[in-house]
């Protein structure tokens, strides 16, 4: 996955009605490749997102977002180690369909006898 050869992805978006509704389906891609995320603060995403521990959540203004880039280069490797794992236990936890699965099978089967009736 083109993921995994980046150590972070990085989400900025300005606020608009679009934006501000859920979030990117990229950001769980990019959990799921185990890719922190840098992100600003639209939509969903802060719910996802833990500062410092799977990505970053900032202010999508210029000189916050580059005190934020300096802070990412000068990471050491066992902190961003530790923020891949983070990111792939998070898109685990609420990405993965095995969560839904059982969910799923059943709303399905209630709803199957109803529509064959």
Request: no cysteine; net charge positive.
């Given at each position: 996955?083109?993921?995994?050869e980046?150590?972070?992805?990085i989400?900025m978006?300005?606020?608009r009605r679009?934006?501000?509704?859920?979030?990117?389906t990229k950001?769980a891609?990019s959990?799921?490749?185990?890719t922190?995320?840098?992100?600003?603060?639209?939509?969903d995403?802060?719910?996802y997102?833990?500062n410092g521990?799977n990505?970053f959540?900032?202010?999508n203004?210029?000189?916050?977002?580059?005190k934020?880039?300096?802070?990412l280069?000068?990471?050491d490797?066992?902190a961003?180690?530790e923020m891949?794992?983070a990111?792939r236990?998070?898109?685990?936890?609420?990405?993965?369909?095995?969560v839904?699965?059982?969910?799923m099978?059943l709303?399905?089967?209630k709803?199957?006898?109803?529509l064959?009736?």
């Open positions: 996955m083109i993921y995994q980046h150590h972070f992805s989400f978006r300005s606020h679009s934006s501000d509704a859920g979030f990117p950001l891609e959990l799921a490749a185990e922190p995320v840098l992100a600003d603060k639209t939509g995403i802060p719910y997102i833990e521990k990505g959540v900032v202010e203004e210029a000189n916050e977002l580059k934020m880039l300096y802070h280069v000068s990471m490797n066992e961003y180690g891949r794992k990111a236990k998070t898109a685990e936890k609420n990405f993965d369909y095995k839904y699965e059982k969910r099978r709303f399905y089967r709803n199957s006898i109803k064959r009736k």
